[in-house]
């Protein structure tokens, strides 16, 4: 809920602009990285993935970046709309049999009418 | 489908009582996964089953007890509830082929005084 929204970086921007938000990733086997999006009061809901031998995704209005080399991750989403205001959250799947994702902390998109 | 189904949705404990939190999902799927999630600290795994009859531990796993006996049951027990488990409680579950696209929960809010 509200809570969560609590100590987390946070990236304003005004509706239609675009926004960014950024990732940093700590395991280099991982072998998906994954974006999910945390409306106020409900659970996160998947947006995008990609694969570890990609460097570029894209979706309906949104695009994900992976730089390896810096263990980078990022989200594009284009003309921001109201309904796009939530916590995002970037994953690393580690692969193998466990399926196991790592979620990082958040980040807080605010879109100002 | 109802999907992924959290019971109860709040919950207030004494310190030392146990309970079980439940999660139900009707979609089939293989893999299940309990998350916390504190203001500030994204969701981090608690525990995770790949199938029935298995379970495995995640990044904070002390404190807590699972077991996958069906497919569509994996109940979160906390044996001795303390107040550092207060938390939202995210239960999800995805197919094994699509493992980065996972459903959750309404989540369980839980306060333990």
């Known amino acids: 809920g509200e809570s969560v929204g609590l100590h987390l970086p946070t990236l304003s921007v005004q509706e239609g602009d675009n926004s960014i938000i950024n990732c940093a990733y700590s395991n280099s086997a991982s072998d998906y990285f994954i974006w999910y999006k945390q409306e106020s009061g409900k659970g996160p809901q998947f947006i995008i993935d990609?694969?570890?031998?990609?460097d570029k995704r894209q979706g309906q209005r949104v695009t994900v970046l992976l730089n390896k080399t810096v263990k980078h991750l990022s989200l594009q989403i284009a003309a921001t709309q109201p309904g796009d205001s939530a916590v995002y959250f970037c994953?690393?799947?580690?692969?193998?049999?466990?399926?196991?994702?790592?979620f990082g902390t958040g980040t807080l998109l605010a879109v100002q009418p | 489908n109802a999907g992924v189904t959290q019971t109860p949705k709040f919950q207030v404990l004494k310190t030392g009582q146990s309970m079980t939190l439940q999660c139900a999902q009707d979609?089939?799927?293989?893999?299940m996964s309990w998350y916390r999630q504190d203001p500030g600290m994204g969701l981090r795994l608690i525990h995770y089953?790949?199938?029935?009859?298995?379970?495995d531990q995640g990044e904070v796993p002390n404190g807590y007890n699972v077991s996958r006996s069906t497919t569509e049951d994996f109940p979160l027990r906390l044996l001795s509830a303390a107040p550092s488990q207060t938390s939202v409680y995210f239960c999800a579950s995805s197919y094994r082929d699509t493992k980065n696209i996972q459903y959750f929960g309404a989540g369980t809010r839980l306060s333990v005084l």
């Open positions: 089953s790949v199938g029935a009859g298995i379970t």
């Open positions: 994953a690393e799947n580690y692969g193998g049999a466990t399926n196991k994702l790592i």
């Open positions: 979609m089939n799927h293989e893999y």
């Open positions: 990609i694969r570890s031998n990609m």
